[in-house]
């Protein structure tokens, strides 16, 4: 038999989430488009992103008809490296007029590439690429490269450059609660042994 779930954040209910979980205004929209295969992902941080913005919204799917995301009143930017990719600080003074609307692909690069590659017209769009450098506070996960981050990282990353002053970093409270709570289910021991970086 299943553990009951928390209808909102899908944790289950000892480990409910939805306290943590602020609700964040934001002059750009996000647009989550979540593969599939992510939904039932043990951090499902595209979710955890969803909740906290009020200016957000997840999909899930591998095929995104445009006109179910072009929108009139925002500037689309695809949140993906590409040979053209501008900067954060390039693309906020971009949309100092008409505010930015940031899609963002949820999944391994390996999915988030077949999204773009069955939705041609979300990978012609303009894109936005994170600074070099980043490091993920995930700290169980061996990243594919450096600078890899969670889906949830680099919305608060992207956010705290296009909406500056404001700051996003409460996103990351459930995150970290997350990260916590896994290494404290494995133990500190088989943590330090098995995830922890050298000194």
């Known amino acids: 038999m ?3 779930r928390c209808e909102r954040c899908l944790r289950p209910e000892g480990h409910c ?6 609700s964040l205004g934001s002059r750009t929209r996000v647009l989550l488009l979540q593969h599939p295969s992510e939904t039932d992902h043990a951090l499902n941080t595209a979710r955890l992103a969803a909740l906290g913005l009020q200016n957000a919204e997840l999909r ?8 179910s995301w072009q929108r009139a009143d925002y500037q ?5 490296p590409g040979e053209q990719a501008k900067e954060l600080e390039e693309v906020r003074e971009a949309c100092a007029d008409l505010p930015c609307q940031l899609i963002v692909p949820d999944g391994t690069w390996r999915k988030a590439r077949k999204l773009l590659h069955l939705n041609p017209e979300l990978a012609a769009l303009p894109r936005v690429v994170l600074p ?3 490091s993920s506070r995930y700290r169980l996960r061996k990243a594919p490269a450096e600078g890899a981050l969670s889906t949830i990282e680099a919305v608060v990353h992207a956010l705290n450059a296009l909406d500056a002053p404001q700051h996003f970093d409460e996103l990351l409270r459930p995150f970290d609660a997350l990260i916590e709570g896994q290494i404290a289910a494995m133990g500190e021991e088989t943590f330090r042994r098995n995830h922890q970086r050298p000194a």
């Not at 989430?17 to 602020?22: D, H, S």
């Not at 899930?60 to 006109?67: M, S």
């Not at 689309?76 to 993906?80: A, E, G, T």
């Open 76 to 80: 689309s930017w695809l949140l993906f």
């Open 60 to 67: 899930v799917g591998e095929r995104f008809a445009p006109e």
């Open 2 to 4: 299943s553990r009951a």
């Open 17 to 22: 989430l939805c306290v943590l979980i602020p």
């Open 132 to 134: 070099e450098g980043l």
